[in-house]
T-cell receptor
Framework: ETGVTQSPTHLIKTRGQQVTLRCSSQ?????VSWYQQALGQGPQFIFQ???????GRGNFPPRFSGLQFPNYSSELNVNALELDDSALYLC?????????????FGEGSRLTVL | AQKITQTQPGMFVQEKEAVTLDCTYD???????LFWYKQPSSGEMIFLIY??????QNATEGRYSLNFQKARKSANLVISASQLGDSAMYFC??????????????FGTGTKLQVIP
């Protein structure tokens, strides 16, 4: 069974640029969520996708957007990058209707904005 | 709004000893789930243990146990017989509702555990 994989693992961008992060969910998992983890903080919920639609969103501006594809993989797009967007971005997946709702995380994409 | 509080930024424990990591939570929901995750330096969040709000017995998973005191709104993690590989960040987290598809999980700020040989 393949776990959650994310790409790229590290990237550097400059202020104002746009970035796309990618995530392949664990086999059989149809729900994907994204989290932002700033240095020294716990992860913060960005949004969740189920059946290719966003069905939950945290306190993040519209320049954070996403997609989910028919194979349940997902993208996180961030436009007009700001310095504070520098963080570890974690993707998590879970099967819908799971007993505990445990999230299975990837190793993250570390974004540095200069 | 849900809130998780972890008051211990860092902890040290001697190898083979037990350690308790503190977590308190705040929610107005009756149904919720509590989690502990471990995050090594590689960045991946590793699930350790889960407690549902209606579970009467404390959850246990191997060397991990969750000391759930609902009236006090606390969900402390106990690690028995600490190992060097336990050195990592530990996050307490809470999810609205029980099971199902909604994945918004609120995390605390974490506790950095260091195991001393």
């Amino acid at each position: 069974e393949t776990g959650v994989t994310q790409s790229p693992t590290h990237l550097i961008k400059t202020r104002g640029q746009q970035v796309t992060l990618r995530c392949s969910s664990q086999s059989g998992h149809n729900t994907v969520s994204w989290y932002q983890q700033a240095l020294g903080q716990g992860p913060q919920f960005i949004f969740q996708y189920y059946r290719e639609e966003e069905n939950g969103r945290g306190n993040f501006p519209p320049r954070f957007s996403g997609l989910q594809f028919p194979n349940y993989s997902s993208e996180l797009n961030v436009n007009a990058l700001e310095l504070d967007d520098s963080a570890l971005y974690l993707c998590a997946s879970s099967p819908s209707g799971g007993n505990t709702g445990e999230l299975f995380f990837g190793e993250g994409s570390r974004l540095t904005v200069l | 709004a849900q809130k998780i509080t972890q008051t211990q930024p860092g902890m040290f424990v001697q190898e083979k000893e037990a350690v308790t990591l503190d977590c308190t939570y705040d929610t107005s929901d009756q149904s919720y789930g509590l989690f502990w995750y471990k995050q090594p330096s590689s960045g991946e969040m590793i699930f350790l243990i889960y407690q549902g709000s209606y579970d009467e017995q404390n959850a246990t998973e191997g060397r991990y146990s969750l000391n759930f005191q609902k009236a006090r709104k606390s969900a402390n993690l106990v690690i028995s017989a600490s190992q060097l590989g336990d050195s990592a960040m530990y996050f307490c987290a809470m999810r609205e509702g029980l099971g199902g598809g909604y994945q918004k999980v609120t995390f605390g700020t974490g506790t950095k555990l260091q195991v001393i040989p």
